[in-house]
């Protein structure tokens, strides 16, 4: 070892490519997928130490027949199941909307989480309702579950007279406090350090609720990311860290942000953050990752890091056409399913459901959603109804400065 | 030659340096197999490679500190950063590393990389997809801050970007990729094929950066401007009859202050156009300079039309971005001063 | 009322702060039960406990977006980035995020967050302790921008930014600490209590967001100016022999436009001071705003006295700081044109 | 697990504390030290997982008795024992000189790196002479392993009339690219992920040249940090990334840093990054780490993280005062011992080495170093000679632009 030895071989630079592009077969042949019910559930106690393998593997609870095995299994009411079902139903009928929506050219911009319905529709269930999200846009299923009116997210995205946010904000950027839902930012990430914040904040004033923030597996390169982890380890922030993994960034596949080297749950180790890696189109196992994580919060025994695994079936945003840089088939081939139909299944599978109760309610979402729709666009869509122009100048600060004023009086308002 | 659109004649500055100049690479947030959210690296990596163009992490600031790396190895990397709403992760090491290396080390290093990003408003982008920050770059010594109005400006401007030593920014008007516009958005969009500065040469020429343009002569009143503006600014003057002397800064940093004192020595009036939020913009710069060296030749206050002190709202675009209608009020009242 | 250095006003300011209002709480960078580089902070752990004033990870993008979130809670975090040339990896928290929460939430959600650093020159604090980076602050909507310039000023501006609904920063000219310091850096350095603004209340008192004060009333010129360089101007109109109108600008935003224009439009002459770099400087904007306003007062150019366009090199830093003479030269030119 | 019961226990915040304050008795108690020897030596070739256990224990070479132990043993030659012990005792006698210089009014500021010189004197000694480091101002070991003269660090410290680089820098912001030593940067951490871009560029080019990158520990909370893990694990980049714990950051120790909640080199695992922890004060695990770092990254197996768990022995800068926030006689307790001490006593054990040696060297040391320093102080010190003011406008840019040359005009040169 002693001799320096000039290693003659030249370096080469990698750069990670997904197994599939558009025109070649789909694979997902090295995804690894462990069974329903095979990862232990350790204490909630437990050290980030002690529990972390199951960064590395992935907590399902659902079973290929429907059924509800291991020791993650929540065991719900068959209440809770279809009120999770149905946020799930409706939250995809209105994805189907705002997006037709958009095409007829009613408003600017839509983002849907179709595939990824379970993740939010089963925490906001795990959840208290007084409890602060700190969400991302594909985070709309929590509004839904927690009883914010369709009608004010649809004026939002209509930037109408209405719109809760003045007409300043681009659409599906929602806010609502009163819902435990935190204004969402156009930067990806912020939110996530923020939430620490909060959670710090709820600490320091002894209350009882729990941060709960979100981010996409492509933004955890972000250096909030970094900045999340290192202030909720230090400061053993009551506070649960989810990482949306649906395995695309607009175009770019998981591997760009560092995916294929490691999990993304397995960022957690390091910071001696307990870590829990999920299926997450199972509702079942994001609702039971999400109260242990959120008993450890509560406990004050600190943060917990969520890797929920999905699949992004939608394009990223109606300003993308994902068969241009995936199979177009892959959404369908996603070997993990999709979240709606396994917990109907599961409900079928329980006695509790059937095929028609399913139309039913399917039924029931459209029309809900049709006539939220209605009603907001009565009020007018992007263009035809908005908020006075004197909105543009109001709450930059809480009163309005000189500077403000006068180019307020400028535009003649 | 050859008729390009922005986004083609941006693209091909690219090809045309990574064909020469086997250190030229490019990658950024999207850029690789799927050639940019607004396409602007279609192609590049099927035509060069992998290594040569690729996908980056969603961390701005990472891709700039590479970039940085990069370029003190002795590469040209070319980055973009998705939009300019963005580039704020990226801020210190922009600030404090790359503006600073070739100094600090006195030239032992230096950091000769470009960075482009999709800038300004007028596509319903909201607050996040809008915003014009070239103001927070002109501020810091050691950066070059470059901006185009129009394919021929974008190609040459971007090949000089890439040849200089010096880390260049060069903001891109998302609204012109395109096709120009003037700012009468009830408008048809105009493709680019209709202008004359969508005549682009194939191969290799240059912009030099620091010298700006006269787009019309005028008498009446200079008017300053970059990017987007520089057509809002030749409809307004068409729209006020005003005689304007348009010019289109091109560079910001080193900026051409002798066309601008010439122009404003001769017409003896100025109005600054510029999209971005008023207090502290560039025009403030401009402005100050021009009443510095221009001062006994001033008929009237200098104005500015900007950008509200406001987010980009997306309901409000029309009332936010500085159209037509306001600057030829401005260069109504200027030529009442 | 006792006499205080600035340092021991500011300290004063988070105390009276913290014991009045529980929601009060400071964090930064060895800022707990160190008491902060500057010894800003000395004590409050102590006397507050563990949880109103600690230590934070060496990440101030982290610091500030933590702060934000406890705002959003409706805490009232006072932060401490450790010099402003550390303020960059925070700056898409500041101008993203705590900028832009109200707008964008429609006040929802607020910032009510203030955020304290040193800045400025003068200590051989070489380039990465001597920034004034102001105007990048200043061209951000939804930010307020304090700069005090003596101990009774930073005690009721800190205490007037703390029970301020909106984010403010404060720039604190690091070499006012410990005494006036007017530039003639070879004359022994004078302590705080031989001057009138060290006569500091205990308790609380605020001096508004967004005053100005007149600190040399003149009829000559007048010289806008703010922390460090008030004391220079000062020194810099005695030493010319001018008979200047000095303002302390306090707030650089919103900005006291009143009493800008008032005393330009008696005196017809303005001279800027200031340390940041010049090229869109806060200095760019006064002088636009000034000729905007007082355009038919104004007898002779509006000049600008400023930091280069470089980093703040360590060894020439009396030739990098804008002294006394450079300013009493600009006073003596403008009192010629 | 059904009804959500709201935890009435009330939440607290967790501020973290070390053991001892002034007046405190000093408390290594918590510290977990493994024999020498114990670490297995896993083969360069396995992955981050298979290795993830050396991120939690101490990889540790020279026994008590001054015996080097156990698979890590690199075997070094007794010549390179000696120039390893060479370099840390000349950087020693440099940084009492410079401080003492400081505090004679000679400099406005200095840095010594006390205790921690093995870090950079051993890797010095690892890797190739032309591999690029990103150094913090704590391995200025690394200028005097590889021959950079003295006199030139000590001019720039001075910023006299020779500074290299021309009186623009704070002192000990060394720059050298000929010795491989990248221009330090006041602002923390920014190396650290421009180091992986230039293991990238040299990846691109098929180069052979590693880059070898530093961070405290303190400052693995910037975001820098996460930036360079995420990127050298995507494109897979041959670099060595060095934190150097040496548990305080100024007055805030490791816990801030989120050291209390795991190790630093376990940061590295859920990046995929295989990670070392090396006791720091030991010269020879320190070689042998990096050695195996750099055989990885040679070999296109990408990025190593270490983790040099050292102790900052001196005040942090000229402007500090330990005292204030530890207890004083904390750096004398530290188990770990010092590691110009360690590597004596081993040389002394193998026979090759003597007290009077070692004396000898000292005084050689001390000799050399004050030799350089007359020289420089016969240039000049702060103030008395310096560079023309020329040099303050030059190198913003290539070229001067019209308003900077204006501008030096204004200032009569
Ligand atoms: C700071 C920042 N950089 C870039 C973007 C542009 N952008 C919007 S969404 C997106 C992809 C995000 O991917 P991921 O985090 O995986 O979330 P997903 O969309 O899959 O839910 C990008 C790059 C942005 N909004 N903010
Ligand atoms: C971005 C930034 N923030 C803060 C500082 C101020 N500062 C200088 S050194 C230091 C402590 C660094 O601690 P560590 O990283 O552990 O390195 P060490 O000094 O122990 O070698 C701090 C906070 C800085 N230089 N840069
Ligand atoms: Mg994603
Ligand atoms: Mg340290």
Known sequence: ?413 | MATMNMIQAINSAMDVMMTRDPDVLVFGEDVGYFGGVFRATEGLQKKHGLTRCFDAPIAEGGIVATAIGMGAYGLRPVIEIQFADYIYPAYDQIVSEAARLRYRSAADFTAPITLRTPYGGGIFGGQTHSQSPEALFTHVAGIKTVIPSNPYDAKGLLIAAIEDDDPVVIFEPKRLYNGPFDGWHEKPVEPWSKHADSDVPDGHYTVPLGKAKVVRPGSDVTVLSYGTMVHVALAAAAHAGVDAEVIDLRTLVPVDIETIVESVTKTGRCVIVHEATRTSGFGAELSAMVQEECFYHLEAPILRVTGWDTPYPHAFEWEYFPGPERVAKALKRVMEG
């Open chain 1, 1 to 413: 070892m002693n001799a320096p030895i000039k290693n003659t071989v030249s370096l080469s630079l990698r750069i990670p490519e997904p197994k599939a592009r558009p025109g070649d077969p789909i694979d997902f042949s090295g995804l690894n997928v462990p069974p329903a019910g095979s990862a232990p559930r350790p204490d909630t106690r437990a050290n980030a130490f002690q529990v972390r393998d199951l960064a590395f593997t992935l907590i399902r609870v659902l079973d290929e027949a429907g059924k509800a095995v291991g020791p993650w299994d929540p065991k719900l009411s068959s209440a809770l199941l279809k009120s999770g079902l149905r946020t799930m139903v409706i939250t995809r009928a209105y994805d189907d909307r705002m997006y037709r929506m958009q095409r007829q050219g009613k408003t600017s911009f839509y983002m849907k989480c179709t595939g990824e319905e379970a993740v939010a529709s089963a925490q906001a269930l795990a959840l208290e309702d007084d409890d602060m999200c700190f969400p991302t846009y594909r985070q709309q299923a929590l509004l839904i579950a927690r009883g914010y009116p369709l009608v004010d997210m649809m004026n939002q995205i209509y930037s109408n007279e209405k719109d809760p946010v003045k007409g300043r904000q681009l659409p599906v950027m929602y806010t609502s406090k009163k819902h435990g839902f935190f204004t969402i930012s156009g930067n990806l990430g912020t939110q996530f350090s923020q939430a620490v914040g909060w959670a710090m904040a709820s600490a320091y004033k002894g209350d009882s609720r729990i941060a709960c923030a979100y981010i996409g597996e492509g933004s955890t390169a972000e250096g909030d990311f970094h900045s999340a982890l290192t202030f909720a380890s230090v400061y053993d922030a009551p506070v649960i860290l989810n990482v949306v993994n649906n395995q695309w960034a607009i175009s770019s596949f998981q591997g760009i942000a560092g995916g294929e080297e490691s999990t993304f749950a397995s960022r957690g180790i390091g910071y001696g953050i307990p870590a829990l890696r999920v299926d997450g189109n199972d509702f079942l196992a994001v609702y039971a990752a999400t109260k242990w994580a959120s008993e450890r919060a509560r406990a004050n025994l600190g943060p917990t890091l969520i890797e929920h695994f999905t699949y992004r079936a939608a394009p990223h945003s109606t300003s993308d056409e994902p068969s241009r840089y995936r199979p177009a088939e892959e959404a369908k081939g996603w070997p993990l399913g999709d979240p709606v139909e396994r917990l109907k299944a599961h409900l079928i599978a329980l006695g509790e459901w059937s095929e028609d109760d399913h139309k039913a309610l399917e039924k029931e979402a459209t029309e809900v959603v049709r006539a939220a729709g209605k009603e907001s666009e009565a009020i007018g869509t992007l263009g035809q109804s908005r908020p006075s122009v004197k909105e543009m100048f109001e709450d930059v600060f809480k009163e309005t400065p000189w500077h403000i004023r006068r180019q307020r009086q400028e535009m003649g308002y």
